[in-house]
């Protein structure tokens, strides 16, 4: 059984940061990919940001609405991975769950498991 658990969500003002972290249990991060995704009120859950590996090199990708503000990143011997928030805008408000999958995520049909989400609220 695998389990994900974030951690780092909060409210804070537009232009600040925030870091997620989302820890694995029951499954190597380094053998498979992990993403995020977020869902505001009243919308889809969306593609957020992935990371996975291809032998030893890591590769990443973001959605448009976030890159260049956000990174992604990974601690294969923590089994954790981090999304660091920058720039952080009122429409990036949602509830932030991290993913993990068989191979690079990018979108939920891609996911085995699902975090219980975190919640980032961005006042403007």
């Known amino acids: 059984q695998v389990q994900l658990v974030e951690s780092g969500g909060g409210l804070v003002q537009a232009g600040g940061s925030l870091r997620l972290s989302c820890t694995a249990s029951?499954?190597?991060?380094?053998?498979?990919?992990m993403a995020w995704f977020r869902q505001a009120p009243g919308k889809e859950r969306e593609f957020v940001a992935a990371?996975?590996?291809?032998?030893?090199?890591?590769?990443?990708d973001y959605a448009d609405p976030v890159k260049g503000r956000f990174t992604v990143s990974g601690n294969n011997g923590k089994n954790t991975v981090y999304l660091q928030m920058n720039s952080l805008k009122p429409e990036d408000t949602a509830v932030y769950y991290c993913?993990?999958?068989?191979?690079?995520?990018?979108?939920?049909?891609?996911?085995?498991?699902w975090g219980q989400g975190t919640q980032v609220s961005v006042s403007s």
């Open positions: 990371i996975w590996s291809i032998g030893t090199t890591y590769y990443a």
């Open positions: 993913a993990i999958g068989t191979t690079r995520i990018s979108r939920p049909t891609h996911v085995d498991y």
């Open positions: 029951g499954r190597t991060f380094s053998s498979y990919g």
